[in-house]
């Protein structure tokens, strides 16, 4: 009967999303082309990877990728969060299960959302080349003041 209250307690501390869902899920990056450097903003420690490759967030985190390549011109993607069916059949678990206490874990952890798009998919813009300069013409030069004129 001891065990079954820990069981209960544990259940009604932890959101059932929180606890079927975890708090991180991993979003996959990739490029066209491959090797450049995303950039991910939003998370408690700064984090680079090289194309492709794929990074570990916390489901609450505003999320926003930055793709960069000598040559191509960045792209940002700014990600969103959706409640998906997973994670609201989880969070729906609460009512039964968690109550209130499981619901706020849930919201406060983001347990019941996922970051969208994923994976994300970035097809690379090369760089405008530089404009040539036309060649610099010379300007004529002004009669020198003490020069005698012409014709003089």
Known sequence: MRSFGIVA?????????????????NISIASTPSGAEAVISGMEVPTTCTTPCSVVVKRN??????????????????LSRDIQTGGAAGFAGNL????VVGMGVDAATGAATDHKPNPVIVTMQ???PPRARPPAQKKPRPPA???PEAGT
């Open 61 to 78: 985190a505003d999320i926003s990728i930055t793709v960069q390549k000598a040559g191509y011109e960045p792209q940002i993607v700014p």
């Open 96 to 99: 039964l299960l968690g109550g």
């Open 9 to 25: 307690l544990s259940v009604m501390l932890g959101g059932c999303a929180s606890v079927t869902r975890g708090t991180t899920e």
């Open 145 to 147: 003041a003490d020069a």
């Open 126 to 128: 090369p760089s405008a």
